[in-house]
């Protein structure tokens, strides 16, 4: 596989090609929050939910992403939650959503955290109808929560194959950014710059932006050069870790608070902590700097360093 996912340089995408799909998706649609507000549904009316939990499965599951060929074993593990907090017609829901993303580190049994990622609380509105299948194009706006599912979809990809070439990722986050300005011609909440610091549009930006073109290389270093090589040698493992954050303080030195800088670090802090607790001290001290110049409120987590 890992062979495979070096050749991404190049890759196109495109959506007729007859290979097995990417994504080993788990959904859950959430409708718990509806039964305490005045938003009541029937009894017979939690078939919807059953309804829209498949459906979005079989849209993520079923659907070809890309022209490579992945095996079983080789589909990306994620899984999405969709909490509904609001219901105004029989169509019409509104609610927040989840989605994580796990990583496979190569000769091990370890699964490594890639992206984790919840909305703000009713960033997402949307229309579903039972009897109408998702249907997708990339340049074509057909409904939010369609374009909302294939955005992450690319995300993710993105995400996943920096993580095994340099800037393998790039035709997924082109492929997302077409589809968040398409759905930008709606007037559903995320899909512009000014909804919010942490709307949909701002991690297809911050990828595809060449003013952050080293986040690439953070997810390269971090997982191919880093993780991937924790079994076989350790000491280069963490240099190539720390030269992963060198890259993402470099692209917070361009811009702070950037989404994906912090998304980045949300995820692999607690994963760091854990590599670099028993390392020496000056890999500690080097990294305990940069964690401090990007984000200072992860210090805390370093209180077990020898760091002086």
């Excluded at 009897?131 to 690319?154: G, H, R």
């Amino acid at each position: 596989m890992l062979k495979k996912l070096s050749m991404l340089l190049i890759l196109s995408v495109f959506f007729t090609t007859a290979s097995a799909q990417e994504f080993r998706c788990g959904v859950t649609v959430n409708y718990q929050k509806l039964q305490s507000t005045t938003q009541q549904y029937e009894t017979g009316d939690v078939k919807i939910f059953e309804t829209m939990k498949r459906a979005i499965e079989d849209f993520i599951n079923g659907r070809h992403w890309t022209n490579l060929e992945f095996e079983q074993v080789e589909r990306l593990d994620c899984s999405i939650n969709i909490i509904l907090s609001q219901r105004t017609s029989a169509t019409d829901f509104g609610g927040q959503i989840s989605v994580q993303l796990r990583r496979p580190i190569y000769n091990s049994n370890y699964t490594s955290g890639i992206f984790n990622y919840m909305e703000g609380a009713n960033d997402l509105l949307f229309s579903f109808n039972e009897s109408q299948p998702l249907e997708f194009d990339p340049n074509t706006f057909y409904d939010n929560l369609s374009s909302t599912l294939a955005f992450y979809c690319y995300i993710m990809l993105g995400l996943y194959f920096d993580s095994y070439g340099p800037n393998g990722g790039q035709p997924f986050f082109d492929m997302a950014s077409t589809i968040a300005m398409s759905a930008g011609t709606s007037a559903y909440k995320g899909w512009k710059a000014s909804d919010s610091q942490k709307s949909r549009y701002w991690f297809m930006e911050n990828h595809t932006n060449s003013a952050y073109e080293a986040l690439h290389s953070v997810y390269y270093y971090y997982y191919r050069l880093g993780l991937d090589m924790m079994t076989k040698d350790q000491p280069t493992a963490r240099r190539n870790i720390i030269q992963a954050m060198k890259y993402l303080q470099q692209v917070h030195k361009k811009r702070s608070n950037l989404l994906s800088v912090n998304q980045f670090l949300d995820v692999n802090i607690d994963e760091i902590v854990q590599i670099f607790t028993p390392a020496p001290a000056d890999e500690q001290k080097e990294l305990y700097d940069i964690i401090k110049d990007v984000s200072p409120i992860k210090i805390p987590k370093l209180k077990d360093w020898n760091v002086k």
